[in-house]
């Protein structure tokens, strides 16, 4: 690969970030509290860590995993495995660490990166991940790790000359308790979102708020590798918060951001005052999605921030194509968008049927030809998700008669709190483990500035009583064995849980209690 590649071979090497680098060497590719990298320093010291990655044996098609966050060592270590081959893992940072091994271990991670700020997880997951040949530390040291500075300053940060595309491997959370890796066996190269998208990105000039964690599938997609493949520059917030969003969109006269339906909310909260103190007039580009944002806050979200708000419905594991911009939106209030026939999207009944227009049904979306997913090591998961070349998430809605999608809710399963996926049945394996409950059922109760909140209702084994303090007891147990968005907000007593003849937890049965009719 040479100082003059071409754009072709950028993508299909995944040397975008070299290429832009050549273009506008000294230019700000990633700001953050930890530190700031040039295009230049971010192309070089992705090059340094594919070398330290070679060093200790990795191939293409190995793993690595990283747990940390918004730091340049995570934009640095995504870099690297574009280019190297390599299958990128963030993992949630706010995990505990037997769950955090988990993930190292289920994905094979040859290499482990973790920022020490995060406490002793990291350090008690790597003991519990032997597959590991070479531990970096970011930010402080840690038992077992060599400090990710040190490593890649023994390595030139010169162009690799025989790059290869990697990949990216999410891990979302699963009904069984563990969370399942979205697995892709072809390689889909990232391209640049140039002036005739919907992005419309202006290559070295635009710039992109990072408002989540890069662990997660939407920020990692729209704010990181989006932006940086087509030139753009990112700054990341440590913790999102709604007047330093304004005050960073202001001082770095930020042109793009994506955000959830909780953001939308908080902002709005703010006071005249507030939001009169800050210039946003470089915002072209506001995209959200993840949860289900309620009419009458977008509606106050496109009066203040202009048209220029767009949504997005979509996946970890791909398909859909529903994109909505605010005018689109405005003549169709509470829509999710109406995607191409080429996506193929169905509504279907229990039994697999197409279901009438207006009707509700489940959603299944048309897996790409290419690119097209699996649940990691999980075969049974990924057959359940599929009829034919179409899969569902679960999700429940209708099109209407001009074809649009309208969300009407999902199966009891799923719970989204400020656009992060819950499963109950994590939460349940844990209570059940408490030595005063006999059953438990979790579901997600209405939340007005999280969409929902997760509820456990717990049955009592005999000689047991319902208090307050039991209550209080159960929230903690929660605490200490999960990370704590997955926990538990309130707790319910029942006499039974409801089950089916087949012994399934009836959920809908039971979240339907907290949900006005």
Known sequence: MTLQMTLDDAIATGMLIAFHAEQFPDVSAVTTRFGDRTWKALNANANRLVRAFREAGLEAGDSVAIVARNRPEFVETLAATMRAGIRFTPI???????????????????????????????????????????????????????????????????NIPDPEAGSRMLYTSGTTGRPKGVYRKDRVPDVPQG???????QAGKDRTLVTGPGYHAAPLQIDIVTPLSSGVGIVMMDKWDAEETLKLISTYKITHTHMVATMFHRLLQLQDEVRNRYDLSSLRRVIHGAAPCPVHVKRSMIEWFGPIIWEYYAATEGGGGFLVGSEEWLMKPGTVGKPGPEFDNRILDDDGNPVP????????????????????????????????DHFTLGDMGYFDEDGYLFLTGRTAELII??????????????????????DVCTVGVPNPEWGEEVKSVVSLKPGHAASIELADDLLQWAKDRMAGFKCPRSIDFADTIPRSDAGKVQRKEVRARYWPK
């Open 417 to 438: 709190a400020g656009g992060v996926n819950i499963y109950p049945v994590e939460v349940d394996n844990e209570l059940l483990k408490h030595p005063a409950v006999q």
């Open 195 to 201: 002036p005739d998208t919907v992005s419309g990105y």
């Open 92 to 158: 949630n940072f706010h995990l505990k660490a037997e769950e955090i091994a988990y993930i190292v271990d289920n994905c094979e991670a040859k290499v482990f990166v973790a920022d020490a700020t995060l406490g002793s997880a990291p350090e008690e997951a790597l003991r519990a991940a032997p597959k590991v040949r070479l531990a970096l530390s970011l930010g402080g040291s840690m038992a077992g790790f060599e400090d990710y500075q040190e490593v890649i300053d023994e390595h030139s940060g010169g």
């Open 357 to 388: 227009v207006g009707t509700v049904g489940t959603i299944y979306m048309k897996a790409p030809v290419k690119g097209r997913f699996e649940y990691y090591k999980d075969s049974d998961k990924t057959g359940r998700s599929y009829r034919g």
